[in-house]
Antibody
Framework: QVHLVESGGGVVQPGRSLRLSCAAS????????MNWVRQAPGKGLEWVAV????????HYADSVRGRFTISRDNSKNTVSLQMNSLRAEDTAVYYC??????????????WGQGTLVTVSS | IVLTQSPGTLSLSPGERATLSCRAS???????LAWYQQKPGQAPRLLIY???NRATGIPDRFIGGGSGTDFTLTIYRLEPEDFAVYYC????????FGGGTKVEIK
């Protein structure tokens, strides 16, 4: 069955960087888009970034564009989120979510359990 | 596209019917509307896609409907495990989520 496991979360100071990873299994990873979605404590869901099946197309939420970079390694079945210039408002649980299609778009049919990122001095 | 969910909280008893609303700020193809369920401390789970199609393993008491700008999720005969937060989601113009509706035990 589909399994997504995020890692890399932790406590980081404002302005610093952090890299999240998501290991995928149970499906043909190289055929589907992958997304990152975050949820601030006690708040709703916010889509962060998406990458197409082959990594050729990437899109970002306005709130993170220019600071975050999504990437994938289809040989290792992993998707990553490089987060730079972190701010307090980036504090959230970050979820990796599988898309239902190959190119950007589609709903999110499987989710990981999430990894908590806390930005604090 | 902005998605507005109502009500914010729904207080109901087991066995009752829950009707959740999701209104889009512009016309949305039904193909691009999904619903998720999230329980405390857990990741969201896909319930409905394409406005009315149940995801794998989702009981038939969950019914999605609507078109255009108005979509609904109806849960018939609430079970104890259905008390959770529900989010609508559009994937037709970038991606946005509604603010969520909490279904709580009355």
């Amino acid at each position: 069955q589909v399994h997504l496991v995020e890692s890399g979360g932790g406590v980081v100071q404002p302005g610093r960087s952090l890299r999240l990873s998501c290991a995928a299994s149970g499906f043909t990873f190289s055929s589907y888009v992958m997304n990152w979605v975050r949820q601030a404590p006690g708040k709703g869901l916010e889509w962060v970034a998406v990458i197409s099946f082959d990594g050729s197309e990437k899109h970002y939420a306005d709130s993170v564009r220019g600071r975050f970079t999504i990437s994938r390694d289809n040989s290792k079945n992993t998707v990553s989120l490089q987060m730079n210039s972190l701010r307090a408002e980036d504090t959230a649980v970050y979820y990796c979510a599988k898309g239902s299609v190959s190119y950007t778009g589609g709903y999110f049919d499987y989710w990981g359990q999430g990894t908590l990122v806390t930005v604090s001095s | 596209i902005v998605l507005t969910q109502s009500p914010g909280t729904l207080s109901l008893s087991p066995g009752e019917r829950a009707t959740l609303s999701c209104r889009a700020s512009q016309t949305l193809s039904s193909s691009y509307l999904a619903w998720y369920q999230q329980k405390p401390g857990q990741a969201p789970r896909l319930l409905i896609y394409g406005a009315s199609n149940r995801a794998t393993g989702i009981p038939d008491r969950f019914i999605g409907g609507g078109s255009g700008t108005d979509f609904t999720l109806t849960i018939y005969r609430l079970e104890p495990e259905d008390f959770a937060v529900y989010y609508c989601h559009q994937c037709g113009n970038s991606f946005t989520f509604g603010g969520g509706t909490k279904v709580e035990i009355k």
